[in-house]
């Protein structure tokens, strides 16, 4: 079946930069995008950005562009989220997700990113 | 950006109720707009896309309707477990966007 893990809750500094990590398995792991989204504590969720795992392209949202970069490591079914420049209100749940049609199909369990000093 | 309104921000029904959440774009999405489910401590499960249309494993008492600006999703029949927060999304307008949310507690 198909299996999206992140990992495990970062706490960061302010100023510093978080990456986070989303193993795939159980489909063709170069077949589907993968975006991120993240949630902040007590607010909607917000589109972060996107890759084609089959040919690395990408993009972000304007929100982000500049502290976002979005990898992804073919020969380990990974995809990796860096954000740079961390500020308190970056203290949020990172989701990554797997795109069927565009629709967000299957989402990993979740990265807790706290940022303070 | 494509802004998404949801209402009520909260619903109180009883098991066995029917449930009616609103999703409301403010510019159209043609029929690009899904319905995720939310459970605490979990993440977003797809419920409905293209407006009505059931993801894989999702019950017949979920359905969907609208086009254009208004959406409906609707729990003809309500089970324990449907008792979580619902998030429209819409993917027609750059950057895909989220409502806030509907919470639907047990009265």
């Known amino acids: 079946q198909v299996q999206l893990v992140q990992s495990g809750a970062e706490v960061k500094k302010p100023g510093a930069s978080v990456k986070v990590s989303c193993k795939a398995s159980?489909?063709?792991?170069?077949?589907?995008?993968i975006h991120w989204v993240r949630q902040a504590p007590g607010q909607r969720l917000e589109w972060m950005g996107w890759?084609?795992?089959?040919?690395?392209?990408?993009k972000y949202s304007q929100k982000f562009q500049g502290r976002v970069t979005i990898t992804r490591d073919t020969s380990a079914s990974t995809a990796h989220m860096e954000l740079s420049s961390l500020r308190s209100e970056d203290t949020a749940v990172y989701y990554c997700?797997?795109?069927?049609?565009?629709?967000?199909?299957?989402w990993g369990q979740g990265t807790l990113v706290t940022v303070s000093s | 950006e494509n802004v998404l309104t949801q209402s009520p921000a909260t619903l109180s029904l009883s098991p066995g109720e029917r449930a009616t959440l609103s999703c409301r774009a403010s510019?159209?999405?043609?029929?690009?707009l899904a319905w995720y489910q939310q459970k605490p401590g979990q993440a977003p499960r797809l419920l409905m896309y293209d407006a009505s249309n059931r993801a894989t494993g999702i019950p017949a008492r979920f359905s969907g309707s609208g086009s254009g600006t208004d959406f409906t999703l609707t729990i003809s029949s309500l089970e324990p477990e449907d008792f979580a927060v619902y998030y429209c999304?819409?993917?027609?307008?750059?950057?895909?966007?989220f409502g806030q949310g509907t919470k639907l507690e047990i009265k």
């Open positions: 510019q159209s999405v043609s029929n690009y």
């Open positions: 997700a797997r795109t069927y049609n565009t629709w967000f199909d299957h």
């Open positions: 999304q819409q993917r027609s307008n750059w950057p895909p966007t």
């Open positions: 159980g489909y063709t792991f170069t077949s589907h995008a």
């Open positions: 890759i084609d795992a089959g040919n690395g392209n990408t």
